[in-house]
């Protein structure tokens, strides 16, 4: 691992070969920051690893969900190590002067002690993101690309959004009515008037948190789809314009060229999200769950179809873990796996395992294994599952879990990698 010295190096290393660890800071024991986190940074450092990739920080919904945030610029106070610490006045001023975009507007509509929180917030992320440089291990971060119904956001700049839809995705072979997932959608002509200030200082923002971050939906800023507000399923939905490549220009202009983003661009992807992809020269995603399908050889995510500008992932918080993915496979589609996995030269006696190998032998640049998958567990670690509703974001680690063991394992296998 090559050492942090700057921002230009935090984008180099985004394109040269890496490897990192999925997990989220409600997955930690204890659901928080603090010495459980610095921990598993100690722990990513002695696996051999450079990246720690977690899920968006902001407060989440009833359900757990921090895709459908209260505030796509605060964090939440639940993470705190220490949510009682002392704030002084000259803490808050520099807070209000520093975060002037967004924070006057969480202070009017947030919570109690909005303002102090934030300023707990920003001082224990300071201490995890000082600790992890020390260490090489830099935080990969997640952009959800909807904000909440009712969030600070759609409340503090209600004519920046549409009247009368809500955001879904199209019918599909997984789903005949589509998913209805009732995000409020921008209203893109206004955005652009203001030369898009509100996305510039969102994703300003997210990268004072992060090294890098993962664009959730990518595609949804090409072309998304539309459903009019009061139906009860995505059926009568509609592809509409996204801002495409001006949203990007207007990120160049305001925060530099060269941002160190990551397309999600799962899903059915058509001609022009990978020109835009392509064109900004972003890395796209692959999961290896989606690239055992014998009869779809062509499909990107299928090993020998690897491409070096991708980060490639055994399974997103969106998947099972590779064990228990694996394990509910048919015998004939197990054997499948088997044999792809021996054809790549991996005789690992775990499955799980042999997945992590592949996922590091890619050849994508960037490799990020859940931590489900160092420990070898099964379908009841799964973070979230999408078809269902009340039963996600849930999986804690149990205390001490990650052992040298793991990490040498896992370190052997990166360094034969050559990551």
Do not use: C
């Amino acid at each position: 691992m090559k050492p942090i010295h700057s921002s230009d190096d935090v984008h180099h290393a985004i394109t040269e070969r890496s490897s990192g660890v999925l997990l989220h800071v409600t997955s930690l024991p204890g659901r928080r920051l603090g010495d459980e986190a610095l921990a598993f940074i100690d722990w990513l450092a002695e696996a051999g690893q450079d990246w720690w990739q977690l899920l968006p920080v902001g407060p989440p919904d009833r359900y757990g969900s921090p895709y459908k945030s209260r505030s796509a610029f605060a964090g939440w106070p639940g993470l705190l190590a220490d949510p009682r610490s002392p704030v002084s006045a000259e803490e808050k001023i520099a807070f209000r002067e520093r975060e002037a975009y967004w924070i006057e507007d969480w202070i009017r509509l947030g919570p109690r002690d909005a303002l102090a929180d934030q300023v707990r917030f920003d001082r224990e992320w300071a201490r995890l993101r000082a600790y992890a440089a020390e260490r090489n291990i830099r935080l990969l971060g997640d952009l959800a690309i909807y904000v909440a119904p009712g969030s600070v956001d759609h409340l503090g700049h209600p004519r920046q959004f549409q009247e009368g839809f809500v955001a879904g995705a199209p019918p599909d072979a997984f789903s005949v009515k589509g998913q209805l997932w009732g995000n409020p959608l921008y209203d893109w002509p206004v955005m652009q008037r203001s030369g898009y200030r509100w996305w510039v200082e969102r994703v300003r923002r997210t990268l004072e948190l992060y090294d890098a971050v993962r664009i959730d939906h990518f595609r949804g800023l090409v072309a998304y789809w539309a459903v009019p507000e009061h139906d009860d399923d995505a059926t009568r939905g509609t592809w509409r314009r996204g801002p495409g490549n001006a949203l990007f220009r207007a990120f160049a202009r305001e925060l530099g060229p060269d941002l160190p983003l990551v397309a999600e661009d799962l899903g059915v992807i058509t001609p022009p999200v990978e020109r835009l992809r392509d064109q900004l020269g972003l890395p796209g995603m692959l999961v290896l769950q989606f690239g055992f399908d014998a009869d779809d050889p062509g499909s990107p995510h299928r090993f020998e179809n690897h491409l070096v500008n991708r980060v490639v992932y055994t399974g997103t918080h969106d998947h099972d873990t590779a064990r228990g993915w694996y394990e509910s496979l048919g015998a004939e589609h197990r054997g499948f796996v088997d044999a792809e996995l021996h054809r790549a030269g991996i005789r690992s006696g775990e499955a799980w395992w042999g997945l992590i190998e592949l996922a590091l032998k890619s050849p994508a640049r960037t490799a990020i294994v859940q931590a489900q998958d160092v420990l070898g567990l099964d379908s009841r670690a799964r973070m979230n599952d999408p078809s269902r509703t009340g039963r996600n974001w849930r999986w804690e680690m149990e205390p001490g879990a990650l052992k040298n063991d793991h990490a040498k394992r896992l370190r052997e296998l990166t360094e034969a990698a050559a990551r």
